[in-house]
């Protein structure tokens, strides 16, 4: 399997973090009560084969293939760069069918026509090569098919994330430059004119986008297990990271609501979706 520097850096991060999204967001909710792999579940509800792009450790595909109320997938499939993330996914009971693959959103090993539904939890915007993932999305999709992703959109409020972001610059600016973290991804699908520039020439319609405010909020410790998912954090050593932690923790704890009350923060994300116009196009698009 052919990597690029960004993924070989990704795979390194889910190595030692293997469940790091869950843990990250899981237990976050937006106004309505639900987190943001159920609001991306509720996207396709009905889809009856999903594929989800970037499955990490299997939390969305547990929720579609347990899901009630007419949510329940019949055949979920996931495919991630990750062995240790993709062996947590295997562990989960609902999963047991499922079909769990190694390997990169770009070169999907699925027949043309398999999937009603592609999804992507905070994934998407981390792939190189978002043509050939959309192209490839296309072809496996049926006629008519889904795409629905969650895109990460910062902080949305809350003084903890900035806090935790003011201790981290300087640590990674002092970081070696053979230490650094490779681009990620292609910044254009964070927003929703440039999703619908990569996604419209593979066959999709227009990209519909809402965006939710997650609320983070939770004790110092928590909040740190959320903040600190993000990439970065892999460059620094030790006791910078011991040294960022220990500095957060005490500004988390000055920043929780009085009564003993939580610590603030929240983070937007986008539930971007789209559906594949016709078998033409998607034909077209999977020869690209």
């Given amino acids: 399997m052919v990597t690029t520097a960004g993924e070989a850096f990704l795979r390194g991060f889910h190595a030692e973090r293997p469940a790091v999204t869950g843990e990250a967001f899981g237990h976050g909710r937006a106004a309505d009560g639900r987190t943001g792999y159920e609001a991306l579940r509720d996207r396709v509800a009905g889809c009856r084969r999903v594929l989800d792009l970037g499955c990490g450790d299997g939390v969305l595909l547990r929720l579609l293939a347990a899901g009630g109320d007419g949510r ?32 990169r959103a770009q070169q999907l090993p699925f027949a043309a026509g398999a999937f009603d539904a592609c999804v992507s939890h905070m994934a998407l915007m981390l792939m190189d090569d978002v043509e050939r993932v959309a192209a490839e999305a296309a072809r496996v999709l049926a006629p008519g098919g ?3 992703c969650v895109l990460g959109g910062g902080a949305a409020g ?4 900035e806090a935790f972001l003011r201790l981290l610059r300087p640590l990674l600016a002092a970081v070696p430059e053979e230490r650094r973290m490779p681009p990620l991804g292609d910044r254009r699908v964070r927003s929703r004119d440039g999703l619908d ?41 030790g006791p910078a990271l011991a040294g960022l ?10 920043l929780a609501l009085p009564g003993g009350g939580p610590v603030p923060c ?3 994300v986008h539930l971007a979706t789209a559906h594949l116009a016709t078998a033409r196009l998607a034909t077209a698009a999977g020869r690209g």
């Fill in 72 to 103: 329940r997938a019949e055949t979920v499939a996931g495919v991630d760069l990750s062995p240790e993330a993709l062996a947590l996914a295997r562990l989960r009971p609902e999963l047991a069918r499922a079909v769990l693959v190694e390997g």
């Fill in 146 to 148: 889904l795409f629905a």
């Fill in 158 to 161: 809350g003084e903890a994330y």
């Fill in 245 to 254: 932690r220990a500095a957060f923790l005490a500004e988390a704890a000055a």
């Fill in 266 to 268: 929240a983070f937007d």
């Fill in 197 to 237: 520039a990569v996604l419209g020439p593979a066959g999709f319609g227009p990209v519909e986008w809402e965006t939710l405010r997650i609320d983070l909020d939770g004790s110092p410790e928590e909040v740190w297990r959320s903040v600190s998912g993000i990439y970065d954090v892999r460059t620094l050593d």
